[in-house]
T-cell receptor, first 118, second 113 residues
Framework: AQTVTQSQPEMSVQEAETVTLSCTYD???????LFWYKQPPSRQMILVIR??????QNATENRFSVNFQKAAKSFSLKISDSQLGDAAMYFC???????????????FGTGTRLTIIP | GAVVSQHPSRVICKSGTSVKIECRSL??????MFWYRQFPKQSLMLMAT?????????EQGVEKDKFLINHASLTLSTLTVTSAHPEDSSFYIC?????????FGPGTRLTVL
C-alpha cells in the first residue's frame, strides 16, 4: 500500500517570501500521479498542482511549483511571493495511474498548516 | 470547469433521524465519485467509492448500512446517514473524477444533537 508523509505539521512565512512544503511517499509503482491540494478556512479542497510521475519536468502553476525527485520519492511544493490568501492547510496526495476501479482513490498526507505573516 | 457542488452546506438534526447529502458534478459527467469524512485538524478519511449504476465500495470500518450511498446518475451521488447519532457529527466532503484528477465539493457540516 502507498503511504504519503508530510513531516511539517505547521509552517509560517513572511508575506512576499518563498516557502517550501515537504512531502515524501512510498510506492512500488513506477507510474502514478501526485497532487497538492489546499484547504483554506472555508474547508473547500482546491487543487493547487498536479504531477505525472512519467514526466521529468516539474509542474508549475503561476507562483506554485514542485520539486519532484522520483528516485528519492519526494514531492515538495514551493510557493513564491507568498500572499495572505495562501494561508491554508496543504495536503499532498498520491494516486495510482491505473484507472481500474479501486485504484482511483487518493492517499493523503496528514497536511501542513501554512500561516502567512503580514 | 470541473465544478462540484454539495447540498446542504450545513445540517443540524436530532439523534435517530436520517440525513441525505447530495453531491453534483455541474459541468462534467462523473462515473466515479468519492465520499470523505474529515475530523477537526485532520486529513480526509475516505469512506467509500461510488460508481454510477453499481454498488458503492466501502472502506474497511465504514458501516454500509449506516452510510447509504446512491450514484443514480452521471452527475449525482447521495450519501444518507441513517439513524444519525452525535458521534456521526462531522464534516463530509464529496469529490468527483472527470478524468485523472479529483475535484471536491465544498463540504457539509453535520451536527447531530
Amino acid at each position: 500500500a502507498q503511504t504519503v508523509t508530510q513531516s511539517q505539521p505547521e509552517m509560517s512565512v513572511q508575506e512576499a517570501e518563498t516557502v517550501t512544503l515537504s512531502c515524501t511517499y512510498d510506492t512500488s509503482e513506477s507510474d502514478y500521479y501526485l497532487f497538492w491540494y489546499k484547504q483554506p478556512p472555508s474547508r473547500q479542497m482546491i487543487l493547487v498542482i498536479r504531477q505525472e510521475a512519467y514526466k521529468q519536468q516539474n509542474a508549475t502553476e503561476n507562483r506554485f511549483s514542485v520539486n519532484f525527485q522520483k528516485a528519492a520519492k519526494s514531492f515538495s511544493l514551493k510557493i513564491s511571493d507568498s500572499q495572505l490568501g495562501d494561508a491554508a492547510m496543504y495536503f499532498c496526495a498520491y494516486r495510482s495511474i491505473i484507472s481500474n476501479f479501486g485504484n482511483e482513490k487518493l492517499t493523503f498526507g496528514t497536511g501542513t498548516r501554512l500561516t502567512i505573516i503580514p | 470547469g470541473a465544478v462540484v457542488s454539495q447540498h446542504p452546506s450545513r445540517v443540524i438534526c436530532k439523534s435517530g433521524t436520517s440525513v441525505k447529502i447530495e453531491c453534483r458534478s455541474l459541468d462534467f459527467q462523473a462515473t466515479t465519485m468519492f465520499w470523505y469524512r474529515q475530523f477537526p485538524k485532520q486529513s480526509l478519511m475516505l469512506m467509500a467509492t461510488s460508481n454510477e449504476g453499481s454498488k458503492a465500495t466501502y472502506e474497511q470500518g465504514v458501516e454500509k448500512d449506516k452510510f447509504l450511498i446512491n450514484h443514480a446518475s452521471l452527475t449525482l451521488s447521495t450519501l444518507t446517514v441513517t439513524s444519525a447519532h452525535p458521534e456521526d457529527s462531522s464534516f463530509y466532503i464529496c469529490s468527483a473524477l472527470p478524468r485523472d484528477t479529483q475535484y471536491f465539493g465544498p463540504g457539509t457540516r453535520l451536527t447531530v444533537l
